[in-house]
């Protein structure tokens, strides 16, 4: 299995990429059209996280992805 370092690579390979809050259990697919918008192409999610989207959690969103060749097993990227 080839790894996607950047948000370009991720994009390019097709691996879909959603993140998911482990205080609230929010899950929201990952839009990397608009990361490579507006953080470039060089953004890497390994390792990363955000603060969760729903207004009342104060959590963090982790990173996942689902690499094409996989055959559906998710790997996490923090």
């Not at 879909?16 to 929010?26: D, E, G, I, Q």
């Not at 899950?27 to 953080?39: F, K, N």
């Not at 060089?42 to 603060?51: F, K, P, Q, Y």
């Amino acid at each position: 299995m080839s790894r996607a370092g950047t948000v370009a690579e991720l994009q390019a390979q097709g691996w879909p990429v959603m993140a998911r809050c482990l205080t609230c259990n929010l899950e929201m697919d990952v839009r990397l059209d608009v990361l490579l918008r507006e953080r470039g192409p060089e953004l890497s999610l390994w390792g990363r996280s955000a603060r969760c989207r729903s207004r009342r959690c104060q959590g963090r969103m982790y990173f996942w992805t689902f690499p094409p060749q996989a055959g559906g097993k998710a790997v996490e990227m923090f």
